[in-house]
């Protein structure tokens, strides 16, 4: 019935019945016993509001199914209040206790939905239950409910901007989730709420930057931007001559005998902080979302040090390739930075080549930006460029470049004449705007060098009569009158045939006739006297008063009489006074005073809630103020990665504490003492953070600094397998307190304890309640088991031809890796296939990638046509993201990458059926992912789909006791996060299933596994 709706004529009054029995007959189907016709009919009721039709009238018969307990029935109802809950506020209110009860429902969608539609309710009465859900929202166990909290709260304070201070509270515990799906939402709610609350990121700074890469893409342009705010007032500028960049250097920058010079002037040196935002940004200027390449560029061009600059200019290039809305943003944008850094675009110049597909706008965007990067070397290539532009068919786009040819004429000196023959040829084009433009731009080179150009005056003079347009003919008059002793006698022949037309013209035309008769009486009285006196009537008597004003002046001021005052005698200097040239500039010129890729530098003209970015500080602030100090209590359970402060303090104070304190060794001092910067890092090897932080203990306070001053700078920390360590611990801990206090409860025997025996149990009670609430975040760890099937084959690394006889191969083991419990174990061969013996085989300690990587030890020499075999284990961050290094001999470096595939990144573990479905049912909804594919016959055995799963991914088989479900477990190395497949065999046709929490990773998987069981083959 859709498109019939679509079709029908809205003015027609057939059009009103139909609509009324269209209104009707889904009101029936919403009011109907079956769930079937309700979820018929609010699929319809969507389609209809997706095309714009008006369905509010069905709105209380849609809101009676709001407490349905069908899932897909309930979604589309929210889907619908949503859009209507503000216009129908009353009906909407009658529903509010079914919505505050769905906050409570299990599913994250309906929970998320339900608070979505109640901050749609615009009704001030309802703010304190607003207020209240907003808040128990902001702690749901649910990222995605989370995130629903952080959008209502910018709903919250456009309703009530008085609930400020409240909504701050929840900004500030949102800004320490460590959810990626929450960052994006919580911090466009900061620049809504409080953008000036700046302190409020401080604690938050290193975490939004590590976090930056997994944030989805609307949600990294909200955080680059408010990152872009907060550097400039928390760093200085990198823009000084002695900025020096190389923030792991921790020597002095000069040698001994110029000592006197640093404490004289001391260079600058980039905070790590500053180098954190611009490396952690980089990767995203290769993203598909137009919106952060533009974010990203703007941050590098308002931030980053001069000479990196030119690393933004491919990738904005590179947007040049999409749509003509992008174009235009991305156009003006790199016609404010050419300005400045022509050098940036200069090699990219025919990039900015105009196509005869382009839109009228986007050429003349085109034509500006080629116009500043025009300098002596490439003038040439440029103007030859412009000659075909034109003669273009757009009147517009060929006007802009003659514009444009003016201004290469000014600010180039060499090309001025050049410019000018061209232009004086184009006025004998057929085209009257070319024709208008060209005098126009001609008129404003001439003041240049007026004597030497008379020969073009008198040119133009000619061509007087044959041209029409206003301006050209008033830009022509000014010349003649500017520069009258030059063409002595063409000037009065052009006032003589003015005056014929004078009541005919333009009031432009006529202003400049006026200005020309008054210089030619000041110069040539004999012949243009009476000329000058018939003109000055005519204008006396003009329509426009402007034309009379001017009259009136010019008589009183050049014609001597008895009134004229002492000003007639200066005359001669007022009208005759020599002008200087114009300057032909830039439309972009002072648009830099905005921050790029805003409305406001579209539109050149500050827009509403425009925030100005501050100038940079003359002296840093305190950089302590982002250091994260965290301070686990005595057996808390660490949830995720913590991020732990230098602190000296102790997990245990108590005697039986400081016992097992002595058995875990230095584990709590290493934990403690781990720098803030450890999200980001994770490349220095566990000895050697075991060393520096035992002898940690032992130095002064002084040398602690120090210490920390390099760990900030090298950022070479290891937080992730002491963390698991602890999580595990406080698990058991969690499990004996359990038991201790049972065995105390039921002890008791004597008559007076009996009597508080009912108030203890009640404590046992509570205090299990809250570790039971505590534990929920910790998973059980799982154990793993051997692997089910190991590929023999290996890829290649290194091409003997690539590495001068040094070949190399990896394959991925499937062990568990001994060098990390987060780490993938790799097993290399290097084989020499040269006739000389290459010596001193190693892995560069550089990672472009910045990956985790244990090196093998170097191989100190390796005889020719030998081979050997090492084991190296790379932490890949359960990411398919190649990881880059370079693997060297004693004289050479090849760079390498070794690209995992999703399977590899899982270890198998081993559950039992009862527990894989206990599982599965947590992981549903946005955590489940599946497909229907048809098998081919050959893969329909048991055998079959267990040895294409397995050579796929690394799963363990999990026993099942139906023959036609099979099921797969794992675990992902790095963040241990628990994946789930199952394949139901329906004759001919399988349902892949996938649950894990990693949504990518489960979408990866989906497509190879459905490659690998639809094809026939091994």
């Not at 200087?580 to 500050?606: E, I």
């Amino acid at each position: 019935f859709s498109s019939g709706y679509m079709n029908v004529n809205e003015s027609n009054p057939s059009f009103t019945l139909f609509k009324y029995e269209l209104l009707k007959y889904l009101k029936e189907m919403l009011e109907s016993s079956k769930e079937s016709l309700k979820l018929e009919a609010m699929k319809r009721i969507v389609g209809l509001i997706a095309k714009g039709k008006n369905a509010s009238e069905l709105f209380p018969a849609v809101v009676k199914n709001v407490a349905s307990k069908n899932i897909e029935l309930k979604k589309l109802v929210y889907v619908y209040l949503v859009r209507y809950a503000e216009e129908q506020q009353d009906l909407a209110l009658l529903s509010i206790s079914t919505f505050q009860r769905a906050l409570k429902d299990p599913n994250q969608l309906i929970r998320a939905s339900a608070l979505r539609v109640l901050s749609s309710i615009r009704v001030p009465i309802i703010v304190p239950i607003m207020m209240l859900s907003i808040k128990e929202a902001s702690t749901d166990l649910s990222p995605y409910v989370r995130k629903t909290a952080a959008h209502a709260i910018q709903k919250l304070y456009s309703l009530d901007p008085d609930q400020k201070e409240h909504l701050i509270e929840v900004i500030e515990k949102l800004l320490k989730d460590k959810s990626t799906l929450v960052a994006g939402s919580v911090v466009m709610a900061f620049e809504e709420v409080c953008p000036d609350r700046i302190d409020l990121i401080h604690k938050n700074y290193r975490k939004l930057c590590n976090l930056l890469v997994d944030v989805e893409e609307w949600g990294q342009v909200v955080i680059i931007h408010m990152l872009t705010r907060y550097a400039r007032t928390q760093f200085v500028s990198p823009w000084r001559e002695d900025a020096v960049f190389d923030e792991n250097s921790e020597k002095a920058f000069y040698d001994s005998e110029e000592e006197r010079r640093v404490e004289q002037s001391k260079p600058y040196i980039m905070d790590p902080d500053h180098r954190l935002l611009l490396r952690n940004t980089k990767p995203l200027l290769q993203s598909r979302n137009t919106a952060v390449v533009m974010a990203v560029s703007q941050l590098y061009w308002h931030l980053a040090p001069t000479h990196e600059l030119s690393i933004i200019t491919k990738s904005l290039v590179r947007l040049l390739r999409s749509h003509r809305e992008v174009q235009y943003i991305v156009l003006q944008n790199i016609a404010t930075m050419s300005i400045q850094r022509k050098g940036m675009f200069e090699p990219f110049m025919k990039s900015f080549y105009v196509r005869s597909t382009d839109a009228t706008h986007i050429k003349t965007l085109k034509l500006e930006i080629l116009t500043n990067l025009a300098n002596e070397a490439n003038i040439s290539t440029i103007l030859r460029e412009f000659q075909t532009y034109v003669k273009s068919q757009d009147k517009a786009f060929a006007a802009a470049t003659i514009q444009a040819i003016g201004r290469c004429a000014t600010n180039i000196s060499e090309v001025t004449d050049t410019c000018l023959n061209g232009l004086v040829l184009l006025l004998s084009n057929r085209d009257e705007t070319v024709v208008a433009e060209s005098v126009v731009v001609i008129k404003k080179l001439l003041q240049t060098q007026p004597s030497q150009h008379s020969d073009i005056i008198k040119h133009m003079a000619k061509l007087f009569d044959n041209i029409t347009v206003s301006m050209a003919r008033a830009s022509i008059l000014w010349l003649m009158g500017e520069y009258c002793e030059h063409v002595p006698k063409i000037a009065p022949d052009v006032l003589r045939k003015m005056a014929k037309t004078f009541t005919s013209e333009e009031d432009i035309v006529k202003l400049q006739t006026v200005n020309l008769a008054a210089k030619l009486y000041l110069t040539n009285s004999k012949q243009t006297k009476l000329l000058t006196q018939y003109i000055l009537n005519l204008g006396k008597y003009d329509q426009s008063y402007d034309i009379r004003d001017r009259t009136r002046f010019i008589r009183q001021l050049i014609v001597p009489n008895e009134k004229s005052g002492a000003l007639s005698k200066y005359a001669r200097r007022i009208l005759m006074a020599p002008k200087p040239a114009p300057v032909l500039q830039s439309a972009f010129k002072d648009r830099d005073r905005f921050q790029l890729g805003t409305l406001s530098h579209s539109l050149n003209s500050q827009a509403n809630g425009y925030l100005e970015l501050s100038d940079w500080p003359a002296v840093a602030p305190d950089q302590s103020v982002r250091i994260v100090e965290v301070v686990e209590p005595a057996g808390a359970p660490v949830f995720g990665k913590s991020k732990p402060g230098k602190s000296d303090e102790k997990f245990y104070s108590d005697s039986e504490e400081e016992e097992e304190e002595e058995e875990e060794g230095s584990s709590s001092e290493d934990s403690s003492s781990s720098s803030s910067e450890e999200s980001e890092s994770e490349s220095e090897s566990e000895e050697n953070s075991d060393d520096s932080n035992k002898s940690s203990s032992s130095q002064s306070d002084s040398e602690k600094k120090k210490k920390t001053l390099k760990n900030k700078k090298l950022q070479q920390q290891k937080p992730d397998s002491k963390d698991r360590y602890w999580s595990h611990k406080a698990l058991l801990l969690i499990i004996r307190t359990k038991f201790f206090l049972m065995h105390i409860v039921l002890s008791f025997s004597n008559q007076f304890v009996a009597s508080c025996r009912c108030s203890l149990l009640c404590l046992y009670v509570f205090l299990v309640c809250q570790f039971d609430t505590i534990s929920w975040d910790v998973r059980v760890s799982l154990q793993a088991s051997s692997p089910v099937f190991v590929p023999e084959t290996s890829r290649e690394l290194l091409h003997r031809m690539t590495g001068k006889g040094l070949s190399a191969q990896y394959r991925f083991t499937r062990q568990p890796c001994i060098y990390g419990n987060s780490m993938v174990s790799l097993q290399l061969t290097l084989s020499n296939s040269s006739d000389q013996a290459l010596e001193n085989i190693h892995i560069s300690e550089k990672s472009s990638t910045g990956q985790n990587i244990h090196r093998f030890n170097a191989i100190e020499r390796l005889e020719p046509q030998a081979s050997v075999t090492v084991s190296m284990g790379v932490d890949f961050n359960d990411s398919t993201q190649a990881a880059n290094f370079q693997l060297c001999t004693k004289e050479d470096e090849f760079s390498v990458s070794i690209q995992p595939a999703v399977g590899e990144l899982l270890l198998p573990i081993t559950m039992s059926e009862a527990d894989f479905t206990k599982e599965q049912s947590k992981l549903v909804g946005m955590n489940e992912s599946s497909a229907t594919i048809t098998m081919t016959p050959e893969n329909v055995s048991s055998q079959s789909v267990n040895r294409k799963v397995v050579s796929v991914a690394n799963l363990g088989v999990i026993p099942s006791s139906q023959e036609n479900i099979h099921r797969f477990a794992g675990k992902t190395v790095s963040s241990g996060c628990l994946v789930l497949v199952s394949v139901a065999l329906k004759d001919p046709d399988a349902v892949i299933t996938i649950n894990t929490e990693n949504t990518v990773m489960a979408s990866m998987l989906l497509r190879q596994f459905k490659t690998a069981l639809t094809n026939s083959g091994p």
